[in-house]
C-alpha cells in the first residue's frame, strides 16, 4: 500500500507536465530578460520595482483562469518559501501582463507576498548574493475562490487539482 502511495505524486506530476499527443507545450516570455538572464534593475526593489511585461502562448484547452506566482530560489535558505509575486483569476483569454500593471478590471486578483503586501514585490536579495527568481504560469481549469488576502501558499494548494498546464520563466539577480 505504501508504495502505490508514494507513487501517486509522479503520475500527478507527469500529468501536469505532459501535454497531448501533437499539442505545444505553454511557454513563458518576457520582452525584459531571458530565460536565465538577469532581471534588469527597472524591475528590482532597487529600481522602479514595477512588474515585467509577460506572455504566454500554447494554453491548453479548457483553461478557465491563470496564476502566475514569482519565488526567490534562494530564499528558502532563509526559512520559509519566498515568494515576490502572486497573481491569480488572469482571465482564460488573456495571452500576456503588461509592465508595471497594478490595477485589473477583469477579475484578476493580487495576492500577497512574502513581505506582507498586495502586489509585485520587486527582487532584492542580500548584497553579494545572486538569487534565482522563478515566474510560473499555471493553467487553470477553474477560477479560484479566493483574495487578496491569499499568499502563495494557500493558492499553490488550492491550485494543485486543477492544473492544466504550466511554463516557466527564470530571471537572476545580484546587487
Not at 499527443?21 to 531571458?34: H, R
Not at 553579494?128 to 510560473?136: A, C, I, L, Q
Amino acid at each position: 500500500m505504501s508504495q502505490a502511495v508514494m507513487s501517486m505524486p509522479l503520475v500527478v506530476v507527469l500529468a501536469v507536465t505532459c501535454c497531448c499527443p501533437g499539442e505545444k507545450a505553454m511557454t513563458l516570455a518576457s520582452p525584459a530578460f531571458s530565460d536565465g538572464q538577469p532581471i534588469p534593475i527597472r524591475f528590482t526593489g532597487d529600481g522602479e520595482n514595477v512588474s515585467p511585461e509577460f506572455r504566454w502562448r500554447n494554453v491548453p484547452q479548457g483553461t478557465k483562469s491563470f496564476a502566475l506566482i514569482c519565488r526567490d530560489v534562494e530564499g528558502d535558505q532563509y526559512g520559509d518559501s519566498w515568494f515576490n509575486w502572486v497573481i491569480f483569476n488572469i482571465p482564460a483569454a488573456v495571452r500576456a501582463l503588461g509592465e508595471g500593471r497594478f490595477i485589473f478590471n477583469d477579475g484578476t486578483v493580487q495576492g500577497t507576498n512574502s513581505a506582507g503586501l498586495v502586489g509585485y514585490l520587486g527582487p532584492g536579495p542580500p548584497r553579494e548574493s545572486e538569487h534565482h527568481y522563478v515566474f510560473r504560469l499555471y493553467a487553470l481549469d477553474t477560477v479560484l475562490t479566493l483574495d487578496s488576502k491569499t499568499d502563495a501558499e494557500r493558492i499553490l494548494h488550492e491550485l494543485r487539482e486543477h492544473v492544466l498546464g504550466r511554463a516557466a520563466l527564470t530571471g537572476t539577480y545580484k546587487r
